[in-house]
């Protein structure tokens, strides 16, 4: 039995990671914040009105939660565990069903690592059949992913939104269009996540991603990222169906599996997290060691 079946089975009762705290964080390359053409003014009155973190927040429970939450992904992805790991510095933050705090968490995790000051986090919303982000965040739609993805004269900076936190930008998803499937599974799409981890690898970027079992969007973009914040929202999801949606995550290299929701003092903590090098839900990685 995995570990994650055996956090499965207890259904609820919540492991801490085996987070490293020792490790040291070394960006790749140089950092390099590309530019923008656009800059956007998030809402933060209304982000903490429904309970998101601040940019200011620095003790408070839900801060201290999203530290637990960030460190195994930054460890992953700029630690030297990150050479195994194929676009370690991409995160999708999925579920398996609609509702289970996928943005919530997206954002949270941004806004938390954005804090960190020496990385640089890109927010996409890759939830193209249903984004939410733009109006989360309180910021008007604009063009986004999907328009960068159909028309090639669109570039980097016509898409992303610079924030008024510097480290932060923003992609919004743009608009609805009937092949999006098609669109994020693109040469395109391969080429712009190869530029986003080898480019600017001082940079965790964060996608915002529809449900598994909900939308074949997300098991494109699962293939695409080095590591995967499977959100479960702890009281509601059936055991049965994270396992189905794991079984659209076997080829992934890194998943976390993230409690959320839980009525529970380590709230939010990971569970089924076997570490780097345990990729496939805490199943032994050959390659390792
Ligand atoms: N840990 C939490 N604490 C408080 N509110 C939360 C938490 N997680 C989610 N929520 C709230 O629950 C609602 C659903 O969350 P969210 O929109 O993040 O889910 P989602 O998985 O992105 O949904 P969808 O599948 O529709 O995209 C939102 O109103 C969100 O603010
Ligand atoms: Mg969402």
Not at 104 to 128: G, M, P, Q, W, Y
Not at 169 to 197: D, Y
Request: hydrophobic share 40%; charged share 25%; aromatic share 6%.
């Amino acid at each position: 039995m995995d570990i994650l079946e055996k956090a499965l089975e207890k259904s609820g009762q919540i492991e801490q990671s085996s987070t490293d705290h020792s490790t040291q964080l070394k960006p790749k390359l140089a950092r390099s914040i590309p530019a923008t053409k656009s800059s956007v003014k998030i809402d933060w009155g209304k982000l903490a009105a429904e309970g998101y973190l601040s940019n200011e927040e620095g003790k408070s429970g839900l801060a201290e939660q999203y530290r637990m939450v960030k460190r195994p992904l930054l460890t992953n992805a700029f630690s030297a565990a990150a050479e195994g790991i194929n676009r370690s510095n991409l995160l999708l933050v999925t579920s398996s069903i609609p509702s289970e705090g996928k943005t919530f968490t997206a954002i949270n995790l941004a806004i938390s690592i954005a804090n960190e000051r020496d990385k640089n986090v890109l927010l996409i919303d890759a939830d193209v059949a249903k984004p939410t982000l733009a109006k989360r965040l309180g910021i008007t739609e604009s063009p986004g992913l999907i328009e960068y993805l159909e028309d090639e004269s669109l570039g980097f900076s016509d898409i992303s939104l610079s924030t008024d936190i510097p480290n932060l930008q923003i992609i919004p998803a743009g608009k609805r269009h009937t092949f999006s499937t098609e669109l994020l599974s693109s040469n395109r799409m391969l080429q712009f996540v190869e530029q986003l981890s080898e480019r600017y690898s001082d940079r965790i970027v964060i996608f915002d991603s529809p449900p598994l079992l909900a939308a074949t969007e997300a098991e494109v973009l699962a293939a695409l990222v080095g590591q995967i914040v499977l959100v479960v929202s702890a009281e509601t999801t059936m055991q049965n169906t994270v396992k189905e949606a794991l079984k659209k995550l076997e080829d992934c290299d890194v998943v976390l599996g993230l409690l959320n929701k839980a009525k529970h003092e380590y709230a939010m903590s990971y569970y089924g997290y076997g570490g780097y090098g345990y990729g496939q839900y805490g199943q032994q990685h050959e390659a390792e060691e």
